[in-house]
Structures are given as C-alpha cells and as structure tokens.
C-alpha cells in the first residue's frame, strides 16, 4: 500500500486566516481525495482531485473556501481559507489503489486543524 | 439513500474477552465493505476489504465476515492495544465510501 505524509501534522491558527495542507504519496496515483473530520463525528468527502483537471468538490463545499491544486501525480495540497472556529477539524487527504471489484482507499495520518 | 450504520456506538471489553462488532449496509452498486481502524487523532488505518457474501478475512485477532446485509468483526481474546475506534464503509464506484459512524473499542486490562 502507498505511504502517505501530510504537513503540517497539527495547526492553531486563527479566525479569519488560511491554512494550506500538503498531502504527499510515495508513488504515483490517478485519484486523490480530501475529507473532514469534525469532532466524534465520522469522515465526510471535501473533494476529489485528479491531475491536470479541476476537482470536483461534493454538496456543501466550494472551491472558494476549499482551494485544492494537484500539480503531479504524488502530491496534492487542500488551503482552508477564511478560517472560523467552525473550521476545527482533522483533514484527511487519501488515494485509490486499484484493485477488483473494488478500489480500496488509504488514508494519511491527517491535519488536526484548531481556530481560534 | 446509502447507509451504514454501526453497533454498538461503544464497547467495553476486559482482556481476553472476545466479542463482535456489528455492521449493517444499504449501499446501492456495492463493490467491497471495507473495515478500518482508527486511533484518536490519526487517520484510519485499512484492516480488511469483503467482496462477496460468505466471504471471511482474518488478522491476527480480528476476523471480519460479511453477508447480504451486515459486516461482523470479531475480536478474540483482546488486548489493550486493540482499543480504538472501528469504521465500516461501503464503496461503490469512483471511490465512492460510505462510512458508519464507528465503534469505539476500549479493552481494560
């Protein structure tokens, strides 16, 4: 399976600020993805990056607010832009490796976000 | 709607005290039901994927099985180390997951 570092590993930050997190795999990978995690509560899909096209961000998140680049195939970034306290949560970024009849997903160690 | 729903929500077990764990599916165009692990404050680390029903896999002291509808994971004679929070997921195409809301496992020693 394809190891997976994000950075920063945990952030305070505060309101009104942004936060880019890097996502880095140590192979290449066509689909990447990025998720949230807020407190006691399970992993919601952000958005789903591909190399040399646009994400596609899922209902209730906009690009506006969850910038997302995919500059190569190991590499990804996720910026939380305008920070609230709302914004508090762990980011997850993971990546697809193939297989048959289903693709299974492994995840990086994750980003535990804090505002203030 | 897809939906995944674990239980219990939370499980407490002595040492060597062997239990299961529940999970029940509604996932149109399934293709695996996955399990994974999940610490507190890190991302989940990938346990088991099923394909099929009557399917079993075994790790160590876990062993998921899966039928038409539901997803066991069986843990025997737990340690300490096994507490932590389990997820059951349901994928279907284009990396498409739907997570239950876990269980979360404390083992007393």
């Known amino acids: 399976s394809a190891v997976i570092s994000q950075k920063p590993s945990r952030d305070i930050c505060q309101r009104g600020t942004s936060l880019t997190i890097q996502c880095q795999v140590d192979s290449q990978v066509t689909m990447m993805f990025w998720y949230r995690q807020q407190p006691g509560q399970s992993l919601t899909l952000i958005a789903t990056?591909?190399?040399?096209?646009?994400?596609?961000?899922e209902s209730g998140f906009v690009i506006d607010k969850f910038p997302i680049s995919r500059p190569n195939l190991t590499f990804s970034t996720l910026t939380v832009s305008n920070m609230s306290p709302e914004d508090s949560s762990i980011y997850l970024c993971?990546?697809?490796?193939?297989?048959?009849?289903?693709?299974?997903?492994?995840f990086g160690p994750g980003t535990r976000l804090t505002v203030l | 709607e897809d939906q995944v729903t674990q239980s219990p929500e939370a499980l407490r077990l002595q040492e060597g005290e062997s239990s299961s764990l529940n999970c029940s599916y509604t996932?149109?165009?399934?293709?695996?039901l996955f399990w994974y692990r999940q610490d507190p404050g890190k991302g989940p680390e990938f346990l088991f994927t099923?394909?099929?029903a009557g399917e079993e896999k075994e790790k160590e002291r876990l062993k998921a099985t899966l039928t038409k509808k539901e997803s066991f994971l069986h843990i025997t004679a737990p340690k300490p180390e096994d507490s932590a929070t389990y997820l059951c997921?349901?994928?279907?195409?284009?990396?498409?997951?739907?997570f239950g809301q876990g269980t979360i496992l404390t083992v007393h020693p």
């Open positions: 997921v349901g994928g279907t195409s284009y990396g498409k997951l739907t």
């Open positions: 993971s990546v697809e490796d193939p297989g048959y009849p289903a693709d299974t997903q492994y």
């Open positions: 996932v149109s165009g399934l293709r695996g």
């Open positions: 099923l394909y099929s």
């Open positions: 990056a591909n190399q040399g096209s646009e994400a596609t961000y």
